[in-house]
């Protein structure tokens, strides 16, 4: 639609601006590493946890030295495997240390510092009374597994132990609330590090304009609102084809490697749901902070400039996901309610809602009221992109001619 001076008006001049810059990045060779940007965090991620469990895997189960006279270290081992059956590993190894002659005293403290002893903890005394050393929290782990040894060499018969009879069970109230806080944590820090990491490149890409007077260009051409709405979306789109690009790539790795998506806790709303308000609420935060970002980067001319400007914003916006992640912990409570109204951590907090409460109606009205918020930040951001940009010294603004390009007029 045209104005009547037969200029595009802002909404179809900003559709050629988001047309022009979303085809521009998109059909770059910088656009297919931008793709590979997430490749080597997980390949280091994948890579650590293998590390990690080699680890966890090469390091040996401590063991429970025993130093007592023979006839009871004896009694012990016969007691640890009449209980064994029942306890399985919740028994520690026990190894026998040392026999103790009639009336030898052993030291154990002084055993376990000089590292003298290959065990985590040692048992002395007698079974009647016995004396545990070691760390206190390990000690504290296996008094009542060494308690139960000891009653056991007392009772001087095997007990008999009934079969218990399993009955699992698809899922438990407590599990499913666990598992579903567990989706909402996960689902509110992956929106986080997806809206810090491509919310940036709008600000890149209006210095890198600034940089070779591309912007002056558009300014003439066409209004500076339009510029800002395009540019706004464009970076938008972009986003989007690439979270879609790394989830194709995700799931084909996830169902490559033969994880089934059964195992994931399944969220309040659904996963279709939780997955479509997860692109709504991108979108949302994607354009707060977004316009924000873009209102810095009008006021900045060099890349260092835009560095010392978006540190701050970023501070606080690190501020608000520890906020909305605190809210999480708190459903229901005016600390929830204070992060839904705040615009900037209202799509966090309510998608961690998603994922604990299946009420639809909060989300439509807090869409209702991000739109709202969107839509004011937005035409703040213009503005204060059209005045940064379209002044030309200190004496006010500069009125550019305004002329058509070639390509604005269709």
Known sequence: MRQGSGRLSVLAAAWVVARRDFTAILFSRSFFFFLLGPLFPAVIAVLAGSLGSRVDASQERPVLGVVMQAADAAALERARAQLAPALGDDLPRLVVLRRLAPGERYDARQALSSHKASAA????????????????GLIQAWGGPVAMLSAQVHSGAALSYPAVALQPVVRSSAAERKGRFATAQGAQTLLFLLTMMLAGMVL???????????????????????????????????????IATWAAAGALLWLGGGISPERLPDPAVGWPLLIGLGVIY?????????????????????????????MPVTMAQLMVFFFASFAMTQPGSAVEIAAVLVPFSSPFAMLARAARDPALLPHILAIGWQVLWVALLVRGGARLFRSRVMKSGPGGRAKPRRI?????GR
């Open 121 to 136: 903890a040692i048992l002395t005394g007698t079974p009647a009374a016995p004396v545990l050393t070691g760390p206190e």
């Open 204 to 242: 890149s890409n209006l210095v890198e304009e600034k940089g070779n007077k591309i912007i002056e260009v558009l300014a003439a051409a066409v209004p500076m609102d339009a510029v800002f709405l395009g540019k706004l979306f464009a970076m938008l789109g972009v986003s989007l084809v690439g």
């Open 282 to 310: 991108f979108a949302m935060a994607y354009l707060l902070l977004g316009s924000v970002f873009l209102a810095i980067g009008s006021m900045a001319t060099t890349v260092r400039e835009v560095q010392t400007l978006s």
């Open 404 to 408: 058509r390009l070639r390509g604005f």
